[in-house]
């Protein structure tokens, strides 16, 4: 079990920028395929981006590509969400998740493949 920390969440006009942190506790954090998802009001959570354990393979949802960058640095233990020209329909909860997984190249995008949660950051993008 990995234990959850997002942050960088916060209010921002359309067209900006925002870059989301989510910081893992434990020292197994490579074992880890981690995703980031949102939620908006209203809605079911929605898979935004995930990233391999070891960063060599990415996926994203269509809404977001070419827009939103995922990243992670394993020494430090975080996953990073850059997000860039945004859009109110961004607005949401984002929510980071850990999924452990034997296979380096694998990355997971449904919300039922990941095993831990962290509690969310708001984003809202203001038109």
């Known amino acids: 079990q990995v234990q959850l920390v997002e942050s960088g969440g916060g209010l921002v006009q359309a067209g900006g920028s925002l870059r989301l942190s989510c910081a893992a506790s434990?020292?197994?954090?490579?074992?880890?395929?981690m995703g980031w998802f949102r939620q908006a009001p209203g809605k079911e959570r929605q898979f935004v981006a995930a990233?391999?354990?070891?960063?060599?393979?990415?996926a994203y949802a269509d809404s977001v590509k070419g827009r939103f960058t995922i990243s992670r640095d394993n020494a430090k233990n975080t996953v990073y969400l850059q997000m860039s020209s945004l859009k109110p329909e961004d607005t949401g909860v984002y929510y980071c998740?850990?999924?452990?997984?034997?296979?380096?190249?694998?990355?997971?995008?449904?919300?039922?493949?990941?095993?831990?949660w962290g509690q969310g950051t708001q984003v809202t993008v203001s038109s």
């Open positions: 998740a850990a999924h452990r997984q034997q296979l380096y190249t694998v990355v997971a995008s449904t919300a039922k493949e990941y095993d831990d």
């Open positions: 990233i391999a354990r070891l960063g060599g393979s990415t």
């Open positions: 434990g020292r197994s954090f490579s074992y880890y395929a």
